[in-house]
């Protein structure tokens, strides 16, 4: 597996976040103004892209983020997650920051639990989806 950095958002980006968010998962609001600055990460298998992440400096809330996480189903349980993390972590801390945020679906938050986030503040609707603002120190 390879991981690939991208700016703006790359058709194999668009391609896993169509997939997962609006086909499987029923979201709408997919793509934003963020799309066009943040640095989008996408794993690989071979030519396939598997999963992919997107992160930012939040000039708005002076905070780094990451979000628009997703792993195609096939490759799900195999750590692709994992290493986006961890490649999102290493860009907050090329750039100079010692923290990352991210708005989690609640049903997601144990996996990002386990990869040292903690939650804070209340859970919120995000199109009918309940989610929770969560962070890192890196």
């Known amino acids: 597996m390879e991981i690939k950095a991208f700016t703006p958002v790359p058709k194999e980006a668009v391609r896993i ?3 997962v968010f609006v086909e499987e998962q029923g979201f709408m609001d997919e793509f934003d103004r963020w799309d066009d600055i943040a640095t989008h990460l996408v794993a690989f298998e071979g030519e396939e892209p598997i999963g992919t992440c997107r992160v930012f400096y939040n000039d708005e809330e002076g905070k780094y983020m990451v979000g628009r996480f997703a792993v195609v189903p096939a490759y799900r349980g ?3 997650g994992a ?3 961890e490649e999102a972590e290493h860009c907050v801390q090329k750039a100079g920051g010692s923290q ?3 708005h989690a ?3 997601a938050a ?3 639990e386990k990869q040292g986030y903690e939650k804070m503040g209340e859970v919120e609707d995000e199109e009918g989806v ?3 603002w969560m ?3 890196v």
Do not use: A, E, T
Request: positive net charge.
């Open 17 to 19: 976040r169509n997939d």
């Open 78 to 80: 195999k750590k692709i």
């Open 83 to 85: 290493k986006l993390m």
């Open 100 to 102: 990352l945020f991210l």
């Open 105 to 107: 679906q609640c049903r």
């Open 110 to 112: 144990g996996f990002y």
């Open 130 to 132: 309940p989610h929770i």
């Open 135 to 137: 962070y890192k120190d």
